[in-house]
């Protein structure tokens, strides 16, 4: 097995940032009031099929300032987890998509406080330009940075199944480029897309961990209330995965997964005034749990199947 105790089988974020810093470090989520070319009319206006009005944010009003939002989420962590330092996670819609000056001003404003010692920034493969690249790289010389990529699948027939607007070639691109500039990636992936069987999904794992990503974070497909998928559920058209089956379908993915790759998440987090199915999100602890209980069952481990497959 890879750098991570043997007892846990997979890489795990929390265990990184510990190695790496040597405190408690915890990330701040942050809703920046930003919008999305999938929404907006750039290129569409429908969203991505999964994806609900607010960005998963449970927004309902313009969100408070990034200073505010990270003075509130300091104290809330600090009081659940005692953390001692913090990452602003810009992660409501597509945090690269604006004026340059505007996302300059957003990001400088976020990492103001001293105990804010990294960044990470959602976003699409299509929304990175020359100038966003350049202001990113200048972040990431002074902080802990990440950009976190909505990959979801390299296969054709699911991006357009979830109305992406882009495909393959718009996620190797974005990950070269960053790559070039020494920027941490951690890809989103979404396991349960109807058309795809375990064998899809461990090919995208392998074709992602050769792309050289640092991080990854697996969601399981949900249903949203306002999301496109809500009405394809309503009529049925929409398979789920059990738990059982959504706990495979992780460890399949963490056994063709690059052992070097952090796992930053293991199964989704849903809004809980949004999320209509599947009801078993909602303990998302237990679903970790059965989950590294079932690494162990299998006696397997993340990038088990990983060489062996390339060879």
């Known amino acids: 097995m ?30 920046a009031g930003l919008s ?39 104290k809330g962590l600090r009081k659940r987890y005692k953390a001692d330092k913090f990452i602003a996670y810009f ?23 001293p105990d804010v010692i ?6 699409r493969p299509d929304c ?30 699911s991006l357009e199944y979830m109305n992406r607007g882009h495909g393959l070639f718009e996620t190797v691109d974005a990950i070269l480029s960053l790559e070039k500039r020494n920027i941490n990636v951690c890809g989103h992936f979404i396991l349960g897309l109807p058309g795809e069987d375990l064998k899809d999904m461990a090919e995208t794992a392998r074709v992602i961990s050769r792309l050289g990503i640092q991080a990854a974070k697996l969601h399981m497909l949900y249903v949203a209330k306002g999301a496109v998928l809500a009405d394809e559920y309503k009529k049925g058209k929409v398979p789920l995965l059990t738990k059982k089956e959504y706990v495979q379908a992780a ?3 963490l056994e063709h997964l690059s052992p070097e790759v952090v796992i930053q998440r293991l199964v989704s987090e849903a809004h809980p005034d949004l999320l209509i199915a ?26 088990k199947k990983y060489q062996t497959i390339l060879s």
């Open 2 to 31: 890879a750098s991570y105790p043997e007892e846990l089988r997979y890489r795990k974020f929390s265990h990184y940032l510990r190695k790496t810093f040597g405190c408690r470090v915890y990330k701040i989520s942050l809703d």
């Open 128 to 157: 990175l330009n020359k100038d966003i690249l350049d202001l990113i790289e200048d972040y990431s010389k002074n902080y802990h940075t990440w950009i976190e990529l909505g990959v979801q699948s390299i296969h054709q027939k």
């Open 36 to 74: 999305c070319p999938n929404r907006d009319g750039t290129l569409s206006t429908k969203g991505c099929i999964f994806c609900d009005p607010s960005g998963g944010s449970g927004r309902k009003s313009q969100p408070e300032s990034i200073s505010e939002q990270i003075s509130s989420g300091m």
């Open 278 to 303: 599947p009801l078993w999100l909602k303990k998302k602890s237990q679903v970790i749990q059965e989950i590294e209980i079932e690494l162990k069952a299998q006696d397997t481990w993340q990038g």
């Open 118 to 123: 990294g960044i990470s920034i959602a976003t």
């Open 91 to 113: 992660q409501t819609f597509t945090n690269t998509y604006g004026p340059l000056n505007k996302l300059k001003r957003l990001y400088q404003e976020s990492v103001q406080h």
């Open 251 to 253: 460890v399949h993915f």
